[in-house]
């Protein structure tokens, strides 16, 4: 569940991407796993809906191999972009949470890198390293 106020936007990276809507202090938690709130799908899950559906899961769900089920944020947080320069990650990834890299900026586009939470995501979603380019 995110801890912040966020906005959905036309991202310069990818589609659609996740904003500040706040200034956001270094170190502070803007999201956080939440049971009660954010949705969890087991393999079995994921295999038993139609195609169009299973697509939607796997491209906005990542991979908790702590549950071992996929998470799909319940919020804005489904809109984060992957930070393919390590300049532009302003938000570690984990599983549980996620933490202000640095100060962020109202209006500033919250990126994180994919591979430290999710490092099979993209091989899931079909997509090679280098299709990231």
């Known amino acids: 569940m995110l801890r912040v106020r966020t906005k959905v936007g036309q991202s310069k990276v990818h589609g659609l991407g996740l904003f500040a809507e706040e200034f956001i202090p270094k170190g502070t938690i803007t999201w956080a796993y939440d049971a009660g709130y954010d949705l969890s799908y087991t393999q079995e899950d994921i295999d038993?809906?139609?195609?169009?559906?299973k697509e939607f899961l796997l491209y906005y769900c990542?991979?908790?191999?702590g549950i071992?089920?996929?998470?799909?944020?319940?919020?804005?947080?489904?809109?984060?972009?992957?930070?393919?320069?390590?300049?532009?990650?302003?938000?570690?990834?984990t599983p549980r949470q996620d933490i202000a890299a640095r100060d962020i900026q109202p209006g500033e586009e919250m990126m994180c890198d994919y591979y430290k939470?999710?490092?099979?995501?993209?091989?899931?979603?079909?997509l090679k390293p280098t299709d990231l380019e």
Do not use: M, Q
């Open 117 to 126: 939470f999710d490092p099979e995501y993209f091989g899931r979603i079909g």
């Open 62 to 65: 990542y991979f908790d191999t």
């Open 68 to 93: 071992k089920k996929y998470v799909l944020c319940a919020d804005n947080l489904r809109y984060i972009n992957h930070a393919k320069n390590p300049d532009d990650e302003n938000i570690i990834s």
């Open 48 to 53: 038993h809906v139609s195609p169009p559906a």
